[in-house]
């Protein structure tokens, strides 16, 4: 079993939809959470990052983390064509020296 | 103010050959990162460095696989005798600490 899993898609959606992009994963020590974006031919750059369980929300986006379950999610409300990227969900057990551990990451497409 | 930037940002080499790839943190970040995409794949932690302390090597795939940093400053990635294998994004990301990864735009390593 992998450390994260991730559906690959893609994902398509008309502009205005909401999407839920999800991750599991299996190590119960991990305690922080992120979100990337990707844009074709560019880094990821992070886009939310939560501790423990919660929710935390900046502005179209919600990022969900239900530790119970070992699941975490981004949801992107009224999405845009420029929301159109891969979404990776990254995880570490703590705050500082560690690499983290990616997911596959979810292709997301919008169209207009 | 300037991101993370890496050269070259495309390199094509021929199996057996060496090749160097160059990351230039965000000037002030006492950690830096490389990693590797494959096509389809999540990111792979390949080394960490974090100020002087002695570099975190182990997702270093084989011994054909070393790097360097110099202080807090300019880090090269060096791939001896590549193979197709190693065809790949090398990304490069650096850290003022916490979790908050800032990642370049990649190197696009193709092996013939």
């Known amino acids: 079993q992998k450390e994260v899993e991730q559906d690959p898609g893609p994902l398509s959606v008309p502009e205005g939809a909401i999407v839920s992009l999800n991750c599991t994963y299996s190590?119960?020590?991990?305690?922080?959470f992120m979100w990337y974006r990707q844009y074709s031919r560019k880094g990821p750059e992070l886009l939310m990052y939560?501790?423990?369980?919660g929710n935390k929300e900046d502005g179209r986006f919600t990022a969900q983390v239900d530790k119970s379950s070992k699941y975490i999610s981004l949801f992107i409300r009224d999405s845009q064509p420029s929301d159109s990227a891969t979404y990776l969900c990254?995880?570490?057990?703590?705050?500082?020296?560690?690499?983290?551990?990616f997911g596959k990451g979810t292709t997301l497409s919008v169209s207009s | 103010g300037a991101g993370v930037s890496q050269s070259p940002s495309n390199k094509v080499t021929e199996k057996g050959k060496d090749v160097e790839l160059r990351c230039d943190p965000i000037?002030?970040?006492?950690?830096l990162y490389w990693y590797r995409q494959r096509l389809g794949q999540g990111l792979e932690f390949l080394i960490y460095?974090?100020?002087?302390?002695?570099?975190?090597k182990s997702g270093l795939p084989s011994d054909r696989f070393s790097a360097e940093r110099t202080g807090e400053s300019v880090s090269t990635l060096t791939i001896q005798r590549t193979q197709q294998e190693d065809s790949a994004v090398y990304l490069c990301?650096?850290?003022?600490?916490?979790?908050?990864?800032?990642f370049g735009p990649g190197t696009r390593l193709t092996v013939l």
């Open positions: 460095f974090q100020g002087n302390s002695a570099p975190d």
């Open positions: 990254a995880m570490s057990i703590n705050q500082a020296g560690t690499a983290l551990i």
């Open positions: 990301a650096s850290s003022p600490g916490l979790n908050t990864q800032y």
């Open positions: 190590n119960s020590a991990f305690q922080y």
């Open positions: 939560t501790y423990s369980s």
């Open positions: 000037s002030g970040h006492t950690a």
